[in-house]
């Protein structure tokens, strides 16, 4: 199985601030690697798809770059309602594996 | 626009079989060519895929639960479905429905089910 870590596990941050989350695979993954949101209670959200695609109807200040082993999620302005955890997740080889997950919490 | 709605027991006894269904709505499983799978989360834990399966019938299981795991697709009722054999406590967990598109992301979710082990 590849194996994907995510850092930090858990962030505080300020409103308008700028988060950075990093994913690394335990293998290459081409672009193969997918965002999610999940809010509690609720299902996890797609939010950027092969690596930098960014889903239809999620705002622009959500951003991914990277390719390979290593792989950022950016949200440019943190907003209120971007208080969440976030999970990577490959998709190149079965079985897909996700990070452990990254809080986002406000400071 | 595709949804995706979990059904099953909320409770079930250790070393029985957990059974959960999904049900699709705005496409059919049958016409399109998404792979329908299945994800947990324990409670507090992170997200762990389980299996997936094609109209067609072909499968991809998780090794680490492949032998007490069996996918489903039932094209005359539009579902897929999901057995988990000689359940425990540590399978206590939401269970989600998920689509991918070939070997894309799991775009849609259902909205998930808790199902408890417990006697």
């Known amino acids: 199985d590849i194996q994907m870590t995510q850092s930090p596990s858990s962030l505080s941050a300020s409103l308008g601030d700028r988060v950075t989350i990093t994913c690394r695979a335990s293998?290459?993954?081409?672009?193969?690697l997918n965002w999610y949101q999940q809010k509690p209670g609720k299902a996890p959200k797609l939010l950027i798809h092969?690596?930098?695609s960014l889903q239809s109807g999620v705002p622009s200040r959500f951003s991914g770059s990277g390719s390979g082993t290593d792989f950022t999620l950016t949200i440019s302005s943190l907003q209120p309602e971007d208080f969440a955890t976030y999970y990577c997740?490959?998709?190149?080889?079965?079985?897909?594996?996700f990070g452990q997950g990254t809080k986002v919490e406000i400071k | 626009q595709l949804q995706l709605q979990e059904s099953g027991p909320g409770l079930v006894k250790p070393s029985e079989t957990l059974s959960l269904s999904c049900t699709v709505s705005?496409?059919?499983?049958?016409?399109?060519?998404?792979?329908w799978g299945w994800i947990r989360q324990p409670p507090g834990k992170g997200l762990e895929w389980i299996a997936s399966?094609?109209?067609?019938?072909?499968?991809?299981?998780n090794p680490s639960l492949k032998s007490r795991v069996t996918i489903s697709v039932d094209t005359s009722k539009n579902q897929f479905s999901l057995k988990l054999s000689s359940v425990t406590a540590a399978d206590t967990a939401v269970y989600y429905c998920?689509?991918?598109f070939g070997s894309g992301p799991n775009d849609y979710w259902g909205q998930g089910t808790l199902v408890t082990v417990s006697s």
């Open positions: 997740q490959q998709s190149y080889s079965s079985p897909r594996t």
């Open positions: 293998q290459s993954i081409s672009s193969s």
């Open positions: 092969a690596a930098s």
């Open positions: 705005g496409a059919s499983i049958s016409g399109s060519r998404y792979y």
């Open positions: 399966i094609y109209y067609s019938g072909s499968a991809q299981y």
């Open positions: 998920a689509t991918a």
